[in-house]
Structures are given as C-alpha cells and as structure tokens.
C-alpha cells in the first residue's frame, strides 16, 4: 500500500516536473511564444477560451469515440481473420501495410469528396487509422496462442469458433490492449486531422483557425485538450487491462507480516 | 484434507444421460492399424512412435506403461484426433478421426489450464463445450453446474481452490484439477496422461480409488499411460508395454485379478509376481 | 436549393461578403440553402469544386485558367470577381535592402506551393528580367513563411498580401515599416485574384441559382463598404474563435486594396474589363506553359450581376 | 508445399484483384480521375515520371530509415524502461499517450523552426511518431512475461539486467515484432508529412507539388510508391520475424507419408 | 538409449575450481526460523507453509515428502530466494538471502526450459549466467562448454536431441533436461523438486545412480523433493515429513544405511521396513 503511495507520488511529480521544466526551459532559453508557448500561457489561454473551446471538445470526443468503436470492432474482426487464415494473412497484410503506408491527410479528401464535411469523414478518418495496430496485435496475439492451450479444447471436440472464444480471444487480450492505448491516440489524430482538411467544428477546426492567425497559445490549447482526452481514455482503458488481463501480469503477492 | 475413498462417484445434480446408449458407447472402441508418427522432415525428423497396432475393445481398461519417450503421449493424441498418423490408421468407433463426435475426457500429461480462468471456470469448461452439457449451459444450468464441479474438486481435496487461479495451486493441485477436467462431463473415453504422477502415495491411492469406482459404474473406454506398475495393476483390465524409442507394443496382458481391488490386493502374491514380470519384460526391452 | 459552398481558406474578415449573406438570411430570401466551409487555399478551391465536392466558392481567378486550359468544358467559372487587384506580393525585410524585383536574384524564397504567388513566380521572374535559376525555393506550410521569413531561414517570403500582413502583425512585427512588398501588380502582372466561383453544373442547371447568389452576395458586399459592424459580426456568428478586431482590419485591407481598382468605377464590384483577362488569360498560359489558350468567357461569366448601378463601390471604413 | 503454393497463388490473386475492382469501380461510378486516379492512369504516371521520382523515393526511404531506427531503439529503450519499472510505467504512459494523441502536423512546424527545414525534421518526425507502438508493446510483452521463466534464471543469481536480455526481450520478441509493423508504416507517415511541411526533397514534396498543379494521379503515384515502400520493408521484418519468433507460432509437422 | 550407470560424473573439459573451499562450502549450510508463507491477503489468503524449523549442514542430502500442497515447493523457493518469508527468518549459510551468492542449482517441479531456445541452449544458460563459467564464456570458450552440456545431456539419454527445441520433447525427457541444467554447473546448493517424477522405474533408477555418483563426488548440499520413499531412502541421508496443508515438519531421521548404496538395497529388509515406517508416519499425520 505504502509503496503504492509512493508510485503514486512519486509520478504525478515527475509528471508535474516535466511541465515545469517545459515552463522553465521556455523561459531559460527565451524560447518564443509564437514557436513554444510556456504551459502556463496555454493554460491562461484554455481557462479563458473554455466556454468557446467546449463545443468544439465535445465534437471531436464524439467522433473520435464513434470512430474509434468501429474501428475496433473492424480491427478485432479483421484481426481475427488474418490470424486464424494462411490467405487472408498474406492478402491482408500487404495491403493493410499499403493503406497505412499512406498520409492519411491524402485520403480525407476523398472522403470529403464522397460523404460531404464535417462529421462523417471525421468518424471515417478516425475509424480507418485505427484499425491496423488492432489487426496487427490481435492477430499475432492468436497466431502465437499455445497449441497446447488449443489441443485442450480440440480433445473436447470445439468448433474453431468455440476455440476462438474461450482460448485464441482471451489469450490474445493483452496483444488486445496494448494496441487499444495506440489506436485511441491514432482516432484522436485521425478525427482531428479531418477537422483541419473539412469541417467547421472540432478542436482540429480550432488549431487551424487559429494557427491561421497566430494564435500559437490557442493551437497548444488545443492540443493539450486533445492530450488529455488520449489521457483520460487511456486511464479508462488501464483500468479494464487491469481487470481483464491480470492474470498475465501477475506476480506472487506474498503477505510480509 | 478430507478425503475418503467412500465417497460415490460425483453424483450429478442435473438431468443428463446418466447411461450412455450402447450404441454411443460402442463408438469408443479404438483400433491402431500399423500407425506411426514421424515428427519434421530430413536431418531433424523424429520417429515418435513405429508402426504400433493396437485394438480396445468399448468398456476396456488399459494401461499403456513404456521408457521415457516411447510415444505413449502420442499415441493418446493419436486417439484424440489430435494429430494424424504419418501412415496406418486410427480408427474410433469403427471410423477414423470419428473421435470429434465421441465425448472424450483427456488429461494431459502437463496441466494445462486455461491461465485466465479460475479452477472451478477451468474444470467447467468440458460443460461450456460438449453436448449434451453445452445446451443446459445455454439454458443458464450454471448454479447446478458448479454445484457438480464443486463436488468433484471437493472429493479430489480441492474444495477450498475452486476460486484460485492455476499458477496458484501446487503441481499436484494442478494435476487433481486436471482430472477433474478430464472427468466432469462422464466421459465415454478417457485419455489419461500420468494423471497421478506429482501425488503423493496417500492422494494418488485415494484418487486410484475414485477411478475404479468411477469405471466400474459407468464403465467407459480408458487409456491409462503410467510409469507405476502397480496404478496399472491396481486399475486396469489389461496392461501393454512399449519398447524405447521409436516405440512399438511389445507385450499385451490382461489382468486376471477381479475387480473391485482394493488397496490390499497390491501387497498380494500373485499382485507382486504380476509387476516382477512386467518390470522384467520392460528390463529386456530396454537392453535389447 | 443546397449550395455547398467552400472559402478560400479559414474564416477571415474579407470573407465577410459571404458570410453576411449568410448571416443575415440573403441566401435565405434568394430560396437558397448554403452551408460554408472553409477552405484549404484560394487553389483548392477549384479542384473542391470540379470534385463535386462544392457547387460555388471563393477562389483564384488564375488557378480557373490554368485548370480551363487542361480540361475545357469542366472547370468552375466565375461569376463575382470580389478581388480585382491581386493580393500576391513577394515580402522581404527592409534591412536587406531590396527595392526591386531583379534584386532577388541569388536569394532563397519561401513559400507555400498552392499560393498563386509561388506559382505566378516564373512569369514575375520573366516580366521583370530575373535569372529564375538564381533563385532558391523553399517550400514551406503556410504557417512557417512568415516565422521563417523573421527569423532569416529565408531572404524572402511568397506571400498572400491579406494573410500575410496579419500574420506579421500576429508576429509582433510592423509590416509596413519592417518589410518590403514587391507586388506583382506593380511588375507587370496586373491581375485579377479571389471571386466567386460555381460548378460548371450548377450554372448549366441551375442558372437562377447562381443568380441568387450574386444577388444576395452583392447586396452583402455593398452593405459591408458601409458598415464593417455587421460584417464583424457576421464573421463572430461564423466562427467565435477569431479575433474581432484583427478580422475588421483584414477586411479593410481587402477593401481598400484589393477591391479599389480604378476600373471599378465603370464595372462596378463584381465585374471585370475583358480586356484585363485575355491579357491575364495569356500570362497564365505563358507562364505555365499551358497547351490551350481559353477563351475568357469560358473562365468569367457575368451575366448574373445585377446592373453597375447596384454595384459601385464606395467605401466608408467606421 | 503445394498447399504453399496455393496460398500464395490465392492471396496475389486476391490483390491483383483489389485492384482491378478498383480499376473497375471507377470506370462503373465514372469517378472523376481529380478525386480518385484509376491505378492504370496511375501507373502510366509512375513510369513516365519514374526518372524524376527516384531522387524523391531515395530521400523518403533514407530519411523514414533512419528515423525509424532511432525510434525503434528509443522505443525498445523506453519500453524496457516502462516495462520494468512501476514509477516509469506511470510517469511515462500519460505523457507519452498524452504527446502520440497531438496530431504530428502540429508538431513538424516546431522542428522546423528548431533545426531548419529538410531532412532534420523529417528524420525527427519519422522518428517521435514511431516510438509509441513500439514502447507499448515491449512493454507489455516485457509485463506478461511469465514469472515461471523469470525464476529459472533468478536462481542463477542472474542481474535483472541478465534476465531482461535473457528472457524478458526474448519473450517480448513475438509483441516487438507486431509493434514494428505499424511502426514503419507511421514512420513513412512522418517523414512525408515533414516533407510536405517543409522540404525540397522527398515523396511528401512531390505530392505537395503535384497536388498545387493538380496533377492528382501523380499525387496517387506518389501514395502507391510510399504503400509499396512500406509493403516491402514489411516483407523484410515478415522474415525476420519468421526466423526469430518461429518458437511462437509453432505447429505441429508431423510428415504424412 | 545408451545409458549405463557406470558413466562417470560429466568431467570437465575446461579449468574451473573443480572442489570447492572449504569457506565456500559451509555457506550452503541452511536453516529455516520459524519459517512461514502466506499468499495472498484477506478472505483468499492462503497460508502455504506454517512456521517452519529446518536446518541442514553443508553436504547434507535431505529428502523432502509430504502430502500434495503441503508447502515443500514452496521451501525450496524460500531457500532459493524466489521468495520471502512471510515471517520468520530462513539463512542459507548463515545469512539471509545470502542464496544469491551461491552457485545454485535448481530444477523446477514443471520444467520451465525457455521456448525459445534449444536443449542445448537451455542447459547451456547456467553457464552464461554463473561465475566463473560466465567469465570463460564471454572469453569465447562456447566449444568446450557445448561438449560438457552434450556429455551429460547423453548421460541422461538426450544425446541425439540437444538441438531440439523444448515441446519437441516428451514429458519425461523435459524433465531430465531439466535436470541436466540444475546440474550442469556443478552446484554447492541443490534444489531439486520431484526430479525424477515423469520418468519410468528404469530411467530413474538410471538417474538415482548418476544423482548419486555426483553427491558421493562433489558433496554439495541437496534438498530433494520426492513422493517416492524408495528414491528418498535411496539417495538421502536424511529424510523429512512433512503434514498436510499448511505444512509444518513432522518427522526428521537419518538414513542409516551406508552410501554408496545400489539399486539392491531398495529390496533389503532394513531398507523396506524404514519405507514401512515412513509411509505409517504419513499416513498418521493425514488423519490427524
Ligand atoms: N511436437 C513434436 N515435435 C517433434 N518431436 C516430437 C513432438 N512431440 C513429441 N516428439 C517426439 O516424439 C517422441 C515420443 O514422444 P511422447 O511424448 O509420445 O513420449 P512419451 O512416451 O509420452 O514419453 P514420456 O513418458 O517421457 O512422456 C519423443 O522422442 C519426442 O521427442
Ligand atoms: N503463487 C501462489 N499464490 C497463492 N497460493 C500459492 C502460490 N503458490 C503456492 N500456493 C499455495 O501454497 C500451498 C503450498 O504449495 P506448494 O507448491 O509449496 O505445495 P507442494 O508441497 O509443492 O505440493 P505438490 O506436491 O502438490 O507440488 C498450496 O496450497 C498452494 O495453493
Ligand atoms: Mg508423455
Ligand atoms: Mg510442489
């Protein structure tokens, strides 16, 4: 517990430190606010402008979670198929390498193109850039499942779905959540960077206006938002890890008395 | 530990098919037709068992004792349909690879629980998977279900672990556990891997005890691989050796004891010469 | 009718024509309904709108011809030239000491490559006797020019004069006193620049919707030569992240330079002398080599517009 | 072997036929070739420009290179870091989900202010985006090692740093090998996205070009290059991964004859 | 298999301090104070080992049996240092957690050979990893080092199976390379728990012999975990019993019969009426 306590402190200092030293070395080095604002200007900045800014906060949350949703849900699916089959393991692959490969900034476009602008390229944005970590983990994740583990459950005559459900899934989940941490930073860079190309709302409409007018402090607002909103949704998806993959990181808890 | 070996066999709470039909059950008869296994290919290839013929009548208790990597683990994976011969046949039933539609109860020869579920979720699993088990599961039968599996890990001393995680339990807890998956859906085959080798001589002898109840009142097909001659005396209707590596059968005798024994049958006469002979039957296998 | 409808790039204060129309419900009287967008460059406009994507927008006159010439038949035309003096300058800083366009010559420029000045450069170059090869280019994001140009990475910035001015300004720097604007328009290349564009389709369907538009957009811009309140107003309802005052001194600028040329007098705001575009339809075929010269009444089709009398300019800042 | 051969034949034919419904779709939907090139239209533009891309190909492929060979060994670095220590793991992840949520586009400017434009930056960008996959996913193979295999070599009396080399990285090799594909990919992102920025050089410049003179299918020959790129650097950690982790992904031969 | 018991121990190729000092020697003395394990806190806490007092001097062969669960694993970690007490003091040669000074050898009751290595490699690691050997296998001494590993792993019959990987193995086999890794560095301090547990009678016997050649050569301090009484009262020259869960020490006494001893022994009277003993001594302590 103590020693709990002292993680606990110690990182939220270091954490605390770091944006100190951002503080300090900007005022050391003369860094100048139009290149590197100070955080505490930033913050000025976000506590000033948060009625204007909160809008534009739920916006991009909105979408980036829709996004994210489907993504995940095409990302295990997907994940599933390239992991279980030999074809769709070398189709799938090449091009999802391919797809990745590629600046998502040139393929909003035609998303604009095609859905108009605003939300749904936003949602399109964030789910596609999100898939290929969740393919990749989910899929190595089964593809390096123990035999022995699966024998259990051929010897009881399962179904290769059955197999799927109760061993290559649950032993795929911590593959499962260390992709979750990068495809939400991944939706959240997907739905802003759609909001920069086309839409009038979002925290990627506001880093552009105001980036547009020098509004440096305002830019790093917005991306310090966006930061914590990766951060939140990252402690949410720590908290789930916790629960579900404990068994994987387990280490003996002996009681000293 | 409470454990009597007057405890029954789990008696099952729920409606299930207590008898198996015997048409099923004549399905678990088993017949190896020269069936071999060659692990890799080239330089590296490994014969793992010669080709072995070998027929189980439905209802029969064997004991398959053999040295160190003779192949006795892989002729029950061969049974199991898990993996298929390299040449010969392996026929089930009559049929080959039919060992998907027979209820077969494996215990593997290292235990290899589910990490991410407890021992009670663990020795369920059998239920979750096989009929006609699986469609009660489904109608949420679960409270009774795990009143039959806290039953089972009870008589086997395990009734305080049912909420652990594997890599709580000791060796021998796992290998308990392991049986106790290999037994809780009454299975019509039993493929048994050294399922008592990590227990001491007082638990192994309780559990030899629970086996032979458990056999005489269902009577399914067993396999039984073991390194100790007298668990094959004690248990089975017919004991066969294998030969080193790559094995082959190269003797195959019934036990003529009656049955029910009980653990005082071991320290008998005609018991000891029955395991001198055996012992000196494997002694010339091996030199030569 | 829905009219999608995209600027030249994010919200500014001389967008206000567009944005009062819409505010104040003239696309409304005229049964149109338009949403705006912003924009990716005065450039992109045309590609957004020969996409699909768009039916009218506010966009470069040049980059019409440019895109006219290399598929006839399908490029966007204008039917409101907003801007009748071209906002393209080449800005470098008064210490270096340059007065004049041959001055460049062994310099490093910078730029975004879709601004229209970046693009017109050769032809500047050649107008005015510049040994292109001489001249480095640095290609930058938008953002970067005038920071870059500050700081010294680059002697000389390609610039859009009404972002650009502002920008400087944002940047604590006095672009009047610490810069010099070689404008294009005074070496030779008296062009037009930003207006009103629409779809092909939509002015061959639709042709009273496009005439909607230039009348609520007219009226909108004779209101804001009047009243710039309500044009800053406007562009608050729009977009609540600008600065007010900055964007009322965006729009005076584009008023009083880039809306006033003389000729205005006779064609009133929104019209262009035909004259003036075959002469700018031929430097753009020059400059970039262009296969097709196009004709102008393929790139400006004013019809729409209401009579010069509705339209003269007079502005009045308050 | 002829179940090889097969797959093979079956997964090329399956791309060759991605593409040809690509081809296929656009004529059909009469797709404008300014929104989306037929790959026919696009590969006559690779060849006939293929003499001026090369330069641009060299530049993007050193510059994603050797960016991503820092990142990788930033990653590996700070995923051990992350993986084996509490107060790391909890100082580290917020701020590194926290730095990977900011859209890269907004981060570009500042190195290039920093270290000027060209191939700095690009080198840097390709580095910072790829190091997050690679960190959460050492760290969690590092996390889920199993204790088991630990106290083999805690009974030697090995150094932490023993095991870690021993058994920890060994372990995690199956999750680092996962990482590194979705980390190439990211890496080719943020070089071209530094390139577009601000650069002279590189796949990114040429796409910025080409875009300005509307000249879309050789936009789209550029994304095809940096798609192949990535294809073919994925083909190579494929094998390695194949030598390296086979142990992982085992199965049964057993020879029929 | 080409396994006779006359093999010698493996000699060494390479110089290494082949006997111990003395001063080295009795660091691997052991004792346990009051010894005690708890798991886990609250409701699920599980008390794994009662207080325990054990001490062993230097050379001493003590022989470990007791019931499945019953905490003798869980001795061995605690005298490796895997774990701590969760009161009381366990010293290894005086001082505590003083084990990471000693040359160890410890072969776990479930082989743990790391997947992603050869046997070879496997048994090889205790090499990488301890000095002095470690000092010579940076200086590149690799060759003679692979000649020692693959001259034990034939004495225990894995000769033709060095560059196999591990679930190319049997179970038996995982077992004796098991061993072969606990051995291979010629350790002062032996933990070994049910190392033969796997194996058919012969094998055993095989690996008895060559156990007890080692101890009779080297001296280096046992802790063997067995469930066979027979394998203790063969090779120990102590014996230990321990009661059911939570475990405590319940019997201590020497082995009296002189060592060496051969497999002969084990069918002498005084021999089995010590097993007799044993085996009531078990039976008493389950009951109570
Ligand atoms: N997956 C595999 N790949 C290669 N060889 C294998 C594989 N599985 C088993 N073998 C080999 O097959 C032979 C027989 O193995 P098997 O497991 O059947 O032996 P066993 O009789 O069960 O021995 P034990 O009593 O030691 O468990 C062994 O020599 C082993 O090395
Ligand atoms: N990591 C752990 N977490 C919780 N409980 C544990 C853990 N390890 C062991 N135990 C418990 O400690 C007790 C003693 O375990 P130990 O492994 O020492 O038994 P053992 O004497 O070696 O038994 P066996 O002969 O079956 O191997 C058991 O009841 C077991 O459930
Ligand atoms: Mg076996
Ligand atoms: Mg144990």
Partial sequence: MSDNLRTRFLSTSLIVGFFLLWEVLCIIL???????????????????????LWPHILQTLSTTL???????TIGVALGVIVGTSKVAYAVAYPLLVGFSSIPKVAVVPIFVLWFGSGTTPAILTAMVICVFPIVVNIATGLATTEPELEDVLKTMGASRSEILWNVGLPRAMPYFFASLKVAITLSFVGAVLSETVASNMGIGFVMMTASSNFQVSLVFAGLILLALMGVILYAIFSLLERRITGWATRGNDIAIT | MNMTSNIPAPTLPIATPETTPASVRARSAIELQAASVVFGTGETAVTALSP?????ASGEF????????????????LVSNLIR???????????????????????FQNPTMLPWLTIEQNVMMPLKIVEPFKRSYRQDKKGAFRDRVHALLKQVGLGDFANHFPWQLSGGMLQRSNLCRALIHEPDLLLLDEPFGALDQFTREELWQIMQDLYLDRAPTVLLVTHDLREAGFLASRICVMSARPGRVISDEPVTLPQPRDIATIYSPEFVEMTQNLREMIAQARSS | TDIRFTLGWKTQGSDAPFLVALNKGYFEEEGLNVTIDQGEGSAATITRIMGGAYDAGFGDINAIIQNAAARPGEAPVMVFQMWNRPPFAIAVSKESGITKPKDLEGLTLGGAQGTPTTRLFPVFARLNDIDIDTVAYESLAPNLQEPM????????????????????????????????????????????????????????????????LVRAVTKATMEITKDQDVAVEAIVAFDNLVDPELERARLEFALTKLMNHSETAETGIGGLVEARLARSIDLIVEGYGLEATPAASEIFDGSFLPPVAERTLDVALN
Avoid: H, Q
Wanted: proline letters at 5%; glycine letters at 10%.
């Fill in chain 1, 30 to 52: 003369n860094v100048s606010d139009l290149v590197l604002p100070r955080p505490s200007e930033i913050l000025v900045t976000m506590y000033n402008r948060f009625p204007v």
């Fill in chain 2, 85 to 107: 011969p390299s040449a010969g046949v392996v026929l089930v039933g009559g049929r080959e690879a039919a060992a998907r539609k027979l209820r077969i109860g494996m215990a």
């Fill in chain 2, 62 to 77: 064997l004991a398959l004792v053999g040295p160190s990597g003779c192949g006795k683990s892989t002729i029950l994976k």
């Fill in chain 3, 149 to 212: 140009l500050i700081r010294g990475d680059i002697d000389g910035a390609y610039t859009f004069t009404v972002s650009s001015w502002f920008n400087l300004i944002a940047n604590r720097k006095d672009p009047a006193k610490d810069f010099t604007w070689l404008n294009y328009e005074d070496y030779g290349m008296d062009l037009y620049s930003n207006g009103m564009m629409v779809s092909r389709a939509l002015l061959t369907e639709n042709p009273d919707a496009v005439a909607g």
């Fill in chain 2, 52 to 56: 072995t013929t070998l027929k189980m």
């Fill in chain 1, 66 to 72: 829709i996004g994210f949703a489907f993504g995940v």
